[in-house]
C-alpha cells in the first residue's frame, strides 16, 4: 500500500490528486492566476482552467518524493527555456508567487509544514516536508 503513488502513472496519479484537491476548501485558485504567465520563459498566460489543481498536485507530489523542498528548488523544477529570437534560448525559472501560494495552502490545510533547520548539520536543508496527514492523503489515492 506505501508505494501506491510510484506504481501508478505520474500523470494519472497528478490527475486523480488534483480531482481530490478540488474537494479541499483551501486549495482555492486565486483570482490573478488568469493573468500570469507560469514562467517568464512563457510567452502567454495559462489557459488550462485546471493548472491551480494540478500544478498543486504536482507540488505535493514532488515533496513527497524529494523529502523536504524548497520554492527556489521548486522554482527551477518548472522552469523552461525562453525563445529569445535570433539568440541562443536561456534557461528561467518558473514562477515563484505560484508555488510560495501553493505551498502555504498546503500548510493552512495541513499536509505540509516548514521544516526547521538544525544547527550544525548540513545535510538537512531547510524546506517543506510533508505532515502525517499530508502522507495519509496522498497514499490514499488510487
Known amino acids: 500500500m506505501e508505494n501506491s503513488i510510484y506504481e501508478i502513472n505520474p500523470q494519472e496519479y497528478n490527475l486523480k490528486l488534483a480531482e481530490a484537491l478540488k474537494k479541499i476548501p483551501e486549495f482555492e485558485e486565486p483570482e490573478w492566476v ?5 514562467s517568464s520563459a ?23 518524493k524529494k523529502g523536504s523542498i524548497g520554492v527556489n528548488r521548486l522554482k527551477t523544477k ?3 527555456k525562453k525563445n529569445r ?8 525559472k518558473g ?12 500548510d493552512k490545510a495541513g499536509f505540509t509544514e ?6 550544525g548539520i548540513k545535510s538537512k536543508k531547510p524546506g ?8 495519509k492523503f496522498l497514499e490514499e489515492i488510487k
Not at 45 to 57: E, L, Y
Not at 128 to 135: A, E, N, V, Y
Open 78 to 80: 518548472y522552469g523552461s
Open 34 to 38: 488568469k493573468f500570469v504567465k507560469s
Open 42 to 64: 512563457k510567452e502567454r498566460p495559462i489557459d488550462d482552467p485546471d493548472f491551480w489543481h494540478k500544478r498543486a498536485a504536482s507540488v505535493l507530489r514532488n515533496i513527497y
Open 95 to 106: 514562477s515563484g508567487k505560484i508555488l510560495r501560494v501553493i505551498l502555504q495552502q498546503s
Open 128 to 135: 517543506r516536508i510533508l505532515t502525517d496527514k499530508g502522507k
Open 85 to 92: 529570437g535570433f539568440k541562443p534560448e536561456k534557461f528561467k
Open 114 to 119: 516548514i521544516q526547521k533547520p538544525i544547527r
